[in-house]
Protein backbone atom coordinates (compact mmCIF):
# COMPACT_ATOMS: atom_id res chain seq x y z
CA UNK A 1 0.00 0.00 0.00
CA UNK A 2 1.54 3.32 -1.18
CA UNK A 3 1.37 6.17 1.27
CA UNK A 4 3.03 9.75 1.22
CA UNK A 5 2.99 11.69 4.62
CA UNK A 6 4.42 15.55 4.57
CA UNK A 7 6.33 17.07 7.77
CA UNK A 8 7.85 20.41 8.63
CA UNK A 9 7.03 23.66 10.03
CA UNK A 10 3.66 25.06 9.69
CA UNK A 11 4.39 28.17 10.55
CA UNK A 12 7.71 30.64 8.71
CA UNK A 13 8.58 34.10 8.58
CA UNK A 14 8.55 35.86 5.44
CA UNK A 15 12.08 35.80 3.75
CA UNK A 16 12.96 32.12 5.40
CA UNK A 17 13.18 29.25 3.91
CA UNK A 18 10.77 26.37 3.74
CA UNK A 19 11.95 22.48 4.18
CA UNK A 20 9.62 20.30 3.57
CA UNK A 21 10.32 16.09 4.24
CA UNK A 22 8.06 13.84 2.91
CA UNK A 23 8.41 9.68 3.93
CA UNK A 24 6.94 7.17 2.35
CA UNK A 25 6.19 3.88 2.59
CA UNK A 26 5.03 0.70 -0.18
CA UNK A 27 7.32 1.72 -2.91
CA UNK A 28 11.12 2.03 -2.91
CA UNK A 29 12.39 5.20 -4.28
CA UNK A 30 14.54 3.93 -6.46
CA UNK A 31 11.70 1.60 -8.48
CA UNK A 32 12.09 2.05 -11.98
CA UNK A 33 10.79 5.85 -13.74
CA UNK A 34 8.34 6.39 -9.94
CA UNK A 35 8.81 9.93 -9.19
CA UNK A 36 7.54 11.26 -6.25
CA UNK A 37 7.12 15.49 -6.36
CA UNK A 38 5.22 18.61 -4.30
CA UNK A 39 1.84 20.11 -5.33
CA UNK A 40 0.56 23.32 -3.45
CA UNK A 41 -2.85 24.06 -3.06
CA UNK A 42 -3.56 27.35 -2.27
CA UNK A 43 -6.55 28.76 0.10
CA UNK A 44 -8.62 29.60 -2.57
CA UNK A 45 -8.41 26.27 -3.93
CA UNK A 46 -6.03 26.01 -7.19
CA UNK A 47 -3.57 23.41 -7.49
CA UNK A 48 0.35 23.94 -8.17
CA UNK A 49 2.96 21.69 -9.64
CA UNK A 50 6.46 22.29 -7.99
CA UNK A 51 8.63 20.01 -8.46
CA UNK A 52 9.25 16.09 -9.25
CA UNK A 53 12.31 14.10 -8.63
CA UNK A 54 12.31 10.66 -10.62
CA UNK A 55 14.13 6.94 -9.60
CA UNK A 56 17.12 7.92 -11.60
CA UNK A 57 17.02 11.46 -9.91
CA UNK A 58 16.40 13.46 -12.77
CA UNK A 59 14.41 16.62 -11.32
CA UNK A 60 12.07 19.09 -12.77
CA UNK A 61 10.96 22.13 -11.18
CA UNK A 62 7.95 24.96 -12.15
CA UNK A 63 9.62 27.34 -14.26
CA UNK A 64 8.01 29.96 -12.27
CA UNK A 65 9.07 29.04 -9.26
CA UNK A 66 12.92 27.28 -10.40
CA UNK A 67 15.26 29.64 -8.50
CA UNK A 68 13.38 28.97 -5.45
CA UNK A 69 13.05 25.25 -5.29
CA UNK A 70 15.23 22.18 -4.42
CA UNK A 71 13.89 18.97 -4.23
CA UNK A 72 16.57 15.77 -3.00
CA UNK A 73 15.79 12.11 -1.56
CA UNK A 74 17.20 9.61 0.34
CA UNK A 75 16.42 6.21 -1.41
CA UNK A 76 17.58 4.42 1.77
CA UNK A 77 15.20 6.24 3.91
CA UNK A 78 12.57 6.69 1.81
CA UNK A 79 12.35 10.41 2.45
CA UNK A 80 12.23 13.47 -0.66
CA UNK A 81 12.98 16.60 0.64
CA UNK A 82 11.76 20.54 -0.55
CA UNK A 83 12.74 23.43 -0.01
CA UNK A 84 11.53 26.98 -1.03
CA UNK A 85 13.72 29.99 -0.42
CA UNK A 86 12.50 33.21 0.47
CA UNK A 87 9.24 32.64 1.49
CA UNK A 88 6.22 35.22 1.48
CA UNK A 89 2.82 35.27 1.86
CA UNK A 90 1.88 34.05 -1.57
CA UNK A 91 3.18 31.10 -0.31
CA UNK A 92 0.70 30.10 1.99
CA UNK A 93 -1.19 26.91 1.43
CA UNK A 94 -1.19 23.25 1.95
CA UNK A 95 1.46 21.30 0.41
CA UNK A 96 1.07 17.85 -0.73
CA UNK A 97 3.43 15.02 -1.57
CA UNK A 98 2.74 12.85 -4.48
CA UNK A 99 3.60 9.81 -6.07
CA UNK A 100 3.77 9.41 -9.85
CA UNK A 101 3.93 6.37 -11.24
CA UNK A 102 5.71 5.00 -14.28
CA UNK A 103 5.59 4.17 -17.73
CA UNK A 104 7.66 2.72 -20.33
CA UNK A 105 9.16 4.37 -23.03
CA UNK A 106 10.93 2.28 -26.13
CA UNK A 107 13.41 5.26 -26.13
CA UNK A 108 14.48 6.82 -23.13
CA UNK A 109 13.41 3.59 -21.00
CA UNK A 110 10.82 4.02 -17.39
CA UNK A 111 9.83 7.72 -17.24
CA UNK A 112 7.55 8.90 -14.55
CA UNK A 113 4.21 9.97 -16.03
CA UNK A 114 3.23 13.11 -14.25
CA UNK A 115 -0.16 12.24 -13.19
CA UNK A 116 -0.62 11.63 -9.30
CA UNK A 117 -1.89 8.41 -8.27
CA UNK A 118 -1.45 8.84 -4.70
CA UNK A 119 -1.34 12.02 -2.55
CA UNK A 120 -0.40 12.34 1.00
CA UNK A 121 -2.43 13.90 3.51
CA UNK A 122 -0.99 17.51 3.27
CA UNK A 123 0.76 19.68 5.29
CA UNK A 124 -0.86 23.68 5.82
CA UNK A 125 2.33 26.13 6.14
CA UNK A 126 1.06 29.84 6.74
CA UNK A 127 3.88 32.48 6.10
CA UNK A 128 3.54 35.48 8.69
CA UNK A 129 6.17 37.29 10.85
CA UNK B 1 2.34 26.78 -20.04
CA UNK B 2 -0.97 24.84 -21.56
CA UNK B 3 -4.16 26.55 -19.52
CA UNK B 4 -6.25 24.56 -18.59
CA UNK B 5 -10.36 25.57 -18.09
CA UNK B 6 -12.88 23.73 -16.24
CA UNK B 7 -16.82 24.32 -16.72
CA UNK B 8 -19.16 24.94 -14.61
CA UNK B 9 -17.44 26.00 -12.14
CA UNK B 10 -19.87 25.29 -10.47
CA UNK B 11 -23.44 22.69 -9.98
CA UNK B 12 -25.84 21.14 -7.91
CA UNK B 13 -28.01 18.41 -8.80
CA UNK B 14 -29.64 15.35 -7.24
CA UNK B 15 -28.45 11.69 -6.26
CA UNK B 16 -29.39 9.88 -9.23
CA UNK B 17 -28.80 12.53 -12.10
CA UNK B 18 -26.09 11.97 -14.72
CA UNK B 19 -23.71 14.84 -14.23
CA UNK B 20 -20.92 15.70 -16.72
CA UNK B 21 -17.89 18.29 -16.21
CA UNK B 22 -15.97 19.83 -19.12
CA UNK B 23 -12.29 20.60 -19.18
CA UNK B 24 -10.60 22.40 -22.11
CA UNK B 25 -6.75 22.34 -22.65
CA UNK B 26 -5.83 25.16 -24.62
CA UNK B 27 -3.38 23.43 -26.80
CA UNK B 28 -3.54 19.60 -27.79
CA UNK B 29 -2.56 16.83 -25.06
CA UNK B 30 -3.81 13.55 -26.98
CA UNK B 31 -4.82 11.85 -24.13
CA UNK B 32 -2.66 13.33 -21.71
CA UNK B 33 -5.47 13.68 -19.12
CA UNK B 34 -5.93 13.24 -15.49
CA UNK B 35 -9.15 13.93 -13.08
CA UNK B 36 -9.08 14.37 -9.65
CA UNK B 37 -11.81 14.45 -6.43
CA UNK B 38 -11.26 16.26 -3.48
CA UNK B 39 -13.55 16.34 -0.42
CA UNK B 40 -12.84 19.71 2.48
CA UNK B 41 -9.92 19.25 4.41
CA UNK B 42 -9.14 15.90 2.24
CA UNK B 43 -5.89 15.71 -0.29
CA UNK B 44 -7.66 15.16 -4.08
CA UNK B 45 -7.90 11.55 -5.05
CA UNK B 46 -7.22 10.40 -8.15
CA UNK B 47 -10.37 8.87 -10.32
CA UNK B 48 -9.18 8.43 -14.29
CA UNK B 49 -5.81 8.73 -16.31
CA UNK B 50 -4.96 8.88 -19.82
CA UNK B 51 -8.72 10.65 -20.39
CA UNK B 52 -10.63 7.65 -19.92
CA UNK B 53 -8.96 4.60 -17.76
CA UNK B 54 -10.58 4.24 -14.43
CA UNK B 55 -8.20 3.91 -11.83
CA UNK B 56 -8.20 1.41 -9.26
CA UNK B 57 -10.89 1.51 -6.78
CA UNK B 58 -13.41 4.21 -8.15
CA UNK B 59 -16.46 3.17 -8.82
CA UNK B 60 -17.32 2.64 -12.65
CA UNK B 61 -20.03 5.36 -12.61
CA UNK B 62 -16.97 7.28 -13.20
CA UNK B 63 -16.35 7.91 -16.82
CA UNK B 64 -14.12 10.10 -19.06
CA UNK B 65 -13.87 10.24 -22.67
CA UNK B 66 -11.89 13.14 -25.12
CA UNK B 67 -12.24 15.11 -28.36
CA UNK B 68 -10.16 17.21 -29.56
CA UNK B 69 -8.96 18.99 -26.78
CA UNK B 70 -12.30 18.90 -24.98
CA UNK B 71 -12.20 16.37 -21.98
CA UNK B 72 -15.83 15.32 -20.21
CA UNK B 73 -15.84 13.57 -16.98
CA UNK B 74 -19.43 11.97 -16.74
CA UNK B 75 -21.01 10.68 -12.82
CA UNK B 76 -23.69 8.24 -13.75
CA UNK B 77 -26.35 7.76 -11.29
CA UNK B 78 -25.04 10.41 -8.66
CA UNK B 79 -24.23 9.31 -5.30
CA UNK B 80 -24.45 11.35 -2.00
CA UNK B 81 -20.55 11.00 -1.56
CA UNK B 82 -19.86 12.46 -5.13
CA UNK B 83 -19.89 15.48 -3.63
CA UNK B 84 -16.51 17.43 -3.91
CA UNK B 85 -14.47 19.50 -5.94
CA UNK B 86 -13.02 17.96 -9.26
CA UNK B 87 -9.85 18.94 -10.78
CA UNK B 88 -8.69 18.29 -14.44
CA UNK B 89 -5.15 18.20 -14.99
CA UNK B 90 -2.70 17.71 -18.18
CA UNK B 91 0.65 15.95 -18.42
CA UNK B 92 1.69 15.84 -21.78
CA UNK B 93 3.71 18.66 -21.38
CA UNK B 94 6.35 20.42 -18.89
CA UNK B 95 4.87 22.22 -16.71
CA UNK B 96 2.10 19.79 -15.95
CA UNK B 97 -0.93 22.15 -15.09
CA UNK B 98 -4.49 21.72 -13.19
CA UNK B 99 -8.06 23.02 -14.12
CA UNK B 100 -9.38 25.55 -11.82
CA UNK B 101 -11.97 23.16 -10.54
CA UNK B 102 -15.44 22.33 -10.55
CA UNK B 103 -17.58 22.42 -6.89
CA UNK B 104 -20.38 19.88 -7.47
CA UNK B 105 -23.28 20.14 -4.63
CA UNK B 106 -26.00 17.90 -4.01
CA UNK B 107 -29.11 18.98 -3.69
Known amino acids: QVTLKESGPTLVKPTQTLTLTCTVSGFSLGSSGVGVGWIRQSPGKALEWLAL???????LYSPSLKSRLTISKDTSKGQVVLTLTDMGPVDTGTYYCVHSPSYYHSVTGYRPTYYFDFWGQGTLVTVSS | DIQMTQSPSSLSAFVGDRVTITCRASQGINNYLAWYQQKPGKAPKSLIYAASSLQTGVPSRFSGSYSGTDFTLTINSLQPEDFGIYFCQQYKTYPVTFGPGTTLDIK
Open chain 1, 53 to 59: ISSNDDK
